[in-house]
Structures are given as C-alpha cells and as structure tokens.
C-alpha cells in the first residue's frame, strides 16, 4: 500500500530542551561562548585587514609639505611658480605648478606639488594679496587639498566588511536552520526531524488496505506503545527496532504514519541523507539529539526513511576509515538503540528498498528486532487500496472497483493511488459531474501504454505497425500459457507506433516455464507478421528483442530452465554485482554455453510463431483490417475480429505478477 497524497502537517515548535552535548540548556553554554568569542574575533580581523588595505592602497589625501613663509613662499610666488592657494585662518595650502624638493628633517628630502605654510602675525596682508595677484596665483575659498569626508571615508573602510558580515550571518542562518541570532551558529548538530505530536497524526489502520499481514505485524507493535506495563510485568521487553522493508510504493512510510496514529504518541520523521553533512560529526550529533528528543518524549515512535543511505554494510565501502561521516553516523545510531532503557518507549521503525545491503550489526537482535516485509497487494488487496483512494472522488455508477484491481496486476498502492487520481483530472477535463469507468480505463492506458502522441503515418507504414500489432495479439490469443490481450492499438503512445496490451486473469505466485516461452513467442509476433506478409524486416521490434532476450537468458543463467547448464546460477541477479551472492564469475566456455542456449531457446520460439502465423494467415489479415478501420480495439472487439474464442478460467486467489505489455 503506497502513501496517500500527503497532507499538511500541523507541526508544533517545541523549546530548546535543556541537555548535554553541547545542543542546548546549560550544558551547551561553553560552546555558545566559544562560537561567540570566534565569531567577535573573525570581525575583528576582518576590520583590521581592511582598514590596513584602504590605508595603503587607496589613501584619502596626499600629505603636503611644509615650508617656511619666507623665504620658500615668498620666493616661489616671484619665481610664478605657485598656481593657487588656500587660506584658512593663518594657515595657508596651495599647490606649486612644478614639484619643489624641500628637506623635512635632518637629511631627509621630499619631493612635492602641494605644500602648506604658517602667515606670522606681523606680515602685511594688503602686500601679500597685491603679490599674489601680480603673480597670478588662484586664491580659493575651498581648501584645495581636503580629500575624502568623513562619511566617505567610513563607507569605503568599512562598507565592504560591514557587506561580509551581513553575508556572513545570513549564510549561518540559512544553514543552522530556524533560530537566529549568534545562537544559530551552534545548532549544526540539532536534528531536523519532523515532529508531529500524537493528537496531531490523523493517518490510521483505517486508512492503510492491501497490506494486511504487515498492518497485523505492526498492531502490536501499536499495543506496546499503548500498554508497555503488560509486557514488562512478566520480563518482556519492548522491540527497539522494526524494520519495513518492499519495493517503492508499497507503503512503508504510510505504515510507520499510521502506527504513530494508532497509538496517539509522538512521531519523529526523517530522512536517513539528513543526518549525512559534508563535517565529520554533524550526522552524530544529530541522531544523538534526535535519539534525546524522542526519549524525553517517551512514548514515542523514530521513523527513519531510507535507511540504506547511512546503513550500508560497512565492509563494502570504499571508505574503511573511521573518519567517514557516514560510518560516524551509522556507529551512533548502533550505539543509541543499544542504550535504550528497558522502561523507555521508543521504538525505532526503518524503511527501505534494499535491505539486503544493510549492516548486519544494523539488523541483529536488539537493534531491529523484527522485519517486516510489505509487499505488493493481490487482486483483493488492489480492490481495497481502490476503495480507499476513492473515498474523497464522486463515482459515477458503472464504475467497478473489483474489475479495475483485476486489470491491474503488479501495480502497488502509489500506482493506484496515481491511477485515482488521474481519473480525476480526466473526469475534470472532460467536464464530467462524476468519475465513470471510462475515465478510468483511459487513465489506465495513459499510465501503462504512455499518452497517445499526433504523428502522422503514411498508409503504407500505418498498415505495417497494424500487422506487426496484429501478430502480437494474434499469437497471445492461440498461444495456450500466454496471458489474455486486454487492448490493440495502432495509435503511436510514448516511443511506439502501435501498442498490444496483455494482462493475465489471475496474479500469478510462481512464473512456469511454459508461460515463459509464451511470453517470448508473443514478442517475437510482430516482427515474425512482418516476415510473413512483407518478407523483409524493420527496426520496430527493438524493444521486443530486448525483451525476449531477457526472459531467455533469465531462463537459463538465473532460473535453470536449461539441460545443458542445468539448476545452476551463472548470471547474476537484477542489479547485483558478481561479488554478490547468488552468481560467480563464469569462464568463457560457460558462457558460450549460455549464449547458445539462449540462441536455441529463441530459434525455437521463432519457428512455431512463424508456423502459427503462417497457418491463420486469414487471421492476421482480418485482424489487420479492423486495426485499419478502428485503429483501437478493446479485448472482445479484438478475439472477434480474429474470430477466436476467449477461453476465461475460474479466478482464484493469488499474488500479484507483472503485466504482460509488448511494445511494437
């Protein structure tokens, strides 16, 4: 059972509670003073640095030097080497029109245009200002060498560190998350898990179908939360760990909301990436403080999503050191279930896809005490999951729930979810009051077979796609073991041009060699009509090779449907390496072997279809021209235009099995 479209959480703030590790209370204050005192100290070099910077490179104004009024002034004014001047108070700045070298102490010289002076008290102002005019000096108001303003100066030596630090804390604010202030420096280790409290969690059991054995697992995982002094009177203890595990959309995390539901206690969510950050440490701190947070909150529930991502099996990373931020994490979260008190209700539940890969001291007793798989629903579970999905849809009356689950095979709760919700926006495009059956089908279609695409064939290639579809269908319909055609098309949908569409009647708990070669006799269908009717072949049979050439070789290297290899394991499972187990490296005479095997179990399909299509030639021609006429047919359409009987055994209960669908 797959998770329900997510609703919005109402999430509380919780205090900072009080703790040791340096994440809070009074336990975390020497920290919060060092990262202060740190924090005051890189500002402080910040302002020192640049300060320095502008003094040296980009002084304010350049320093004059200092002459006496007589004889140098005096003598530079008859000399009409002095161009302007300034006076303020009997002070007087001016520049030279060429540079003077004057000594300034000892025997130093210096080497200047502008130049600064004393007027003694006694000196004769009407003589002086009659000289200066004589000379042609500039006498200014303004003083001539005043440089920067005090504002422009603050803003040039301190605008750029002033701009550092706002980025600075910004940045700290964005990554320690919420809080401000200095304060949010120190909460990198704080866990981010979603707390959702247990009045809050409105998912329950009513709202999880399909899944009945894991749901029963788990309720009384539910009764040890809701009374753990049953158990610990007799010298039980409570499960630290359970582990969900299945394919993606089964529902685990669905499961894990509604056990915390169920119980009505607090629900700590996250994602096992979060815990992973690029500083060696920050992972273990976080699952330090969550571990902290859940237990003070006791009873309660961890949910952790996606636990491969820190649980790898440690002897098959490329990292063995202890350095590793994600062995640091792992090791702390083994340390924590393990120091779980007896009396302490918290129970950790996991999720994952591929629980092969875990850590075995991840998964042994008294970390995950128990396992449970979730795995994809039959034909009643399909049904249920429907009706749940469809609680919230207005349904018209010819809609049947049962039937759409039986057409479904393989699908797990988040398709079904998908397909639901489809419907809907199908039944919404087309304006309809309420979600009919044909909503359904076509949003069945649009999920299995890809949305119809408008390219434009020429007659002569859309009469080739139709009986290259035809001779699918038309060898799924006389093939004994091979599942029933639910739909033909010749409409292009995805990458194809034409589409056959086959489901079986009942879920299949086991795959029989015989339905194997029917599988593969029905691939070979299309392009084997292209031999019979056109005697040449097209690349249109791609994804069919490729197909079928999987099944043969499964049958031979994985499943032992070969006397020349025998029950021998020579291929290697479905995204296993040949270190895993299951398969070891083969030598090159094994696998010629296998390759000849798969040659000859191909070779043999490939005659009796071509012998099948030969023989009800007439078949595959009327199924042709209905084809051509209405370029979809739905299943009795299909058998009566090839005018064969459609032989419907009786339904027994099963387990779900992929859906055969054979692409032209």
Same mark, same amino acid.
Not at 158 to 173: D, E, T
Not at 381 to 390: C, E, K, N, S, Y
Not at 504 to 519: F, M, T
Not at 540 to 560: F, H, K, N, Y
């Given at each position: 059972?797959?998770?329900?479209?997510?609703?919005?959480?109402?999430?509380?703030?919780?205090?900072?509670?009080?703790?040791?590790?340096?994440?809070?209370?009074?336990?975390?204050?020497?920290?919060?003073?060092?990262?202060?005192?740190?924090?005051?100290?890189?500002?402080?070099?910040?302002?020192?640095?640049?300060?320095?910077?502008?003094?040296?490179?980009?002084?304010?104004?350049?320093?004059?030097?200092?002459?006496?009024?007589?004889?140098?002034?005096?003598?530079?004014?008859?000399?009409?080497?002095?161009?302007?001047?300034?006076?303020?108070?009997?002070?007087?700045?001016?520049?030279?029109?060429?540079?003077?070298?004057?000594?300034?102490?000892?025997?130093?010289?210096?080497?200047?245009?502008?130049?600064?002076?004393?007027?003694?008290?006694?000196?004769?102002?009407?003589?002086?200002?009659?000289?200066?005019?004589?000379?042609?000096?500039?006498?200014?108001?303004?003083?001539?060498?005043?440089?920067?303003?005090?504002?422009?100066?603050?803003?040039?030596?301190?605008?750029?560190?002033?701009?550092?630090?706002?980025?600075?804390?910004?940045?700290?604010?964005?990554?320690?998350?919420?809080?401000?202030?200095?304060?949010?420096?120190?909460?990198?280790?704080?866990?981010?898990?979603?707390?959702?409290?247990?009045?809050?969690?409105?998912?329950?059991?009513?709202?999880?179908?399909?899944?009945?054995?894991?749901?029963?697992?788990?309720?009384?995982?539910?009764?040890?939360?809701?009374?753990?002094?049953?158990?610990?009177?007799?010298?039980?203890?409570?499960?630290?760990?359970?582990?969900?595990?299945?394919?993606?959309?089964?529902?685990?995390?669905?499961?894990?909301?509604?056990?915390? @539901?169920?119980?009505? *206690?607090?629900?700590?969510?996250?994602? !096992?990436? #979060?815990?992973?950050? $690029? &500083? =060696?440490? %920050? @992972?273990?701190?976080? *699952?330090?403080?969550?571990?902290?947070? !859940?237990? #003070?909150?006791?009873? $309660? &529930? =961890?949910? %952790?999503?996606?636990?491969?991502?820190?649980?790898?099996?440690?002897?098959?990373?490329?990292?063995?050191?202890?350095?590793?931020?994600?062995?640091?994490?792992?090791?702390?979260?083994?340390?924590?279930?393990?120091?779980?008190?007896?009396?302490?209700?918290?129970?950790?539940?996991?999720?994952?896809?591929?629980?092969?890969?875990?850590?075995?001291?991840?998964?042994?007793?008294?970390?995950?005490?128990?396992?449970?798989?979730?795995?994809?629903?039959?034909?009643?579970?399909?049904?249920?999951?429907?009706?749940?999905?469809?609680?919230?849809?207005?349904?018209?009356?010819?809609?049947?729930?049962d039937r759409l689950a039986a057409t479904t095979p393989g699908m797990v709760g988040a398709d079904l979810a998908n397909l639901a919700n489809e419907a809907a926006l199908t039944a919404a495009r087309r304006n309809h009051e309420r979600v009919t059956m044909a909503d359904f089908t076509d949003a069945l279609e649009k999920i299995v077979l890809g949305a119809p695409r408008g390219t434009m064939l020429s007659e002569a290639d859309r009469r080739r796609v139709a009986y290259h579809e035809a001779g699918h269908a038309l060898v799924g319909m006389l093939t004994p073991d091979a599942d029933p055609v639910r739909k033909v098309s010749?409409?292009?949908?995805?990458?194809?041009?034409?589409?056959?569409?086959?489901?079986?009647?009942?879920?299949?708990?086991?795959?029989?060699?015989?339905?194997?070669?029917?599988?593969?006799?029905?691939?070979?269908?299309?392009?084997?009509?292209?031999?019979?009717?056109?005697?040449?072949?097209?690349?249109?049979?791609?994804?069919?090779?490729?197909?079928?050439?999987?099944?043969?070789?499964?049958?031979?290297?994985?499943?032992?449907?070969?006397?020349?290899?025998?029950?021998?394991?020579?291929?290697?499972?479905?995204?296993?390496?040949?270190?895993?187990?299951?398969?070891?490296?083969?030598?090159?005479?094994?696998?010629?072997?296998?390759?000849?095997?798969?040659?000859?179990?191909?070779s043999e399909a490939h005659a009796a279809v071509h012998r099948l299509l030969t023989e009800h030639r007439w078949r595959l021609e009327a199924l042709t021209e209905a084809l051509l006429g209405d370029e979809t047919l739905d299943e009795d359409e299909a058998y009566a235009a090839a005018q064969v009987v459609r032989q419907r055994p009786e339904e027994v209960p099963g387990v779900a099995a992929p859906s055969a669908l054979e692409r032209g």
């Open positions: 059972m797959a998770e329900q479209p997510k609703a919005t959480e109402r999430r509380t703030r919780t205090p900072l509670p009080r703790g040791r590790d340096g994440e809070g209370g009074d336990g975390g204050r020497p920290a919060l003073r060092t990262a202060r005192m740190r924090f005051l100290a890189i500002v402080l070099v910040l302002l020192a640095l640049n300060y320095i910077t502008v003094a040296l490179f980009a002084p304010g104004r350049e320093e004059p030097v200092r002459v006496p009024y007589s004889p140098t002034f005096l003598e530079q004014v008859d000399d009409g080497n002095v161009e302007r001047i300034s006076a303020t108070g009997s002070t007087v700045e001016g520049r030279f029109k060429k540079e003077v070298t004057y000594p300034t102490s000892g025997d130093n010289q210096r080497t200047s245009r502008t130049f600064e002076t004393e007027i003694p008290l006694f000196a004769n102002a009407d003589e002086l200002s009659a000289q200066l005019e004589d000379n042609d000096v500039v006498i200014e108001a303004e003083p001539i060498n005043q440089g920067r303003g005090l504002l422009a100066s603050l803003l040039l030596g301190f605008g750029p560190v002033l701009l550092l630090i706002a980025l600075f804390v910004f940045l700290a604010r964005r990554t320690a998350g919420a809080g401000g202030g200095l304060g949010a420096l120190g909460s990198f280790g704080r866990s981010r898990a979603r707390r959702v409290e247990g009045g809050e969690q409105k998912v329950t059991f009513a709202d999880v179908a399909g899944i009945d054995e894991a749901k029963a697992e788990l309720t009384e995982i539910v009764d040890f939360l809701q009374n753990p002094e049953r158990y610990q009177r007799l010298g039980g203890r409570i499960p630290r760990g359970v582990l969900l595990s299945g394919q993606p959309g089964t529902g685990k995390t669905l499961l894990a909301r509604a056990v915390a @539901g169920q119980a009505g *206690v607090p629900f700590f969510a996250s994602s !096992a990436s #979060e815990f992973v950050e $690029a &500083i =060696v440490g %920050i @992972g273990a701190s976080r *699952v330090r403080d969550l571990f902290r947070q !859940a237990k #003070e909150a006791a009873p $309660a &529930i =961890v949910f %952790i999503d996606e636990l491969d991502a820190i649980g790898r099996s440690r002897s098959q990373s490329a990292n063995l050191g202890g350095n590793d931020e994600r062995e640091q994490t792992l090791n702390q979260i083994l340390t924590e279930m393990d120091g779980f008190e007896s009396n302490i209700a918290v129970i950790v539940l996991g999720a994952t896809n591929r629980p092969e890969i875990l850590d075995p001291a991840l998964l042994r007793p008294g970390r995950f005490d128990r396992r449970v798989a979730v795995t994809a629903p039959d034909k009643n579970g399909r049904a249920q999951i429907l009706r749940v999905h469809t609680r919230s849809l207005p349904l018209a009356g010819d809609v049947d729930l010749i409409i292009p949908r995805g990458q194809a041009l034409g589409v056959t569409f086959a489901a079986p009647d009942l879920d299949r708990p086991n795959y029989e060699e015989a339905w194997l070669v029917a599988r593969i006799k029905v691939a070979l269908g299309g392009r084997v009509a292209e031999e019979v009717v056109y005697g040449t072949i097209t690349t249109g049979a791609e994804s069919d090779i490729q197909q079928l050439t999987e099944i043969a070789r499964g049958m031979v290297g994985r499943w032992g449907m070969s006397d020349a290899i025998g029950p021998v394991a020579v291929l290697p499972r479905d995204g296993s390496g040949p270190l895993l187990p299951g398969a070891a490296p083969t030598s090159d005479i094994t696998q010629r072997l296998v390759d000849e095997e798969v040659h000859r179990i191909v």
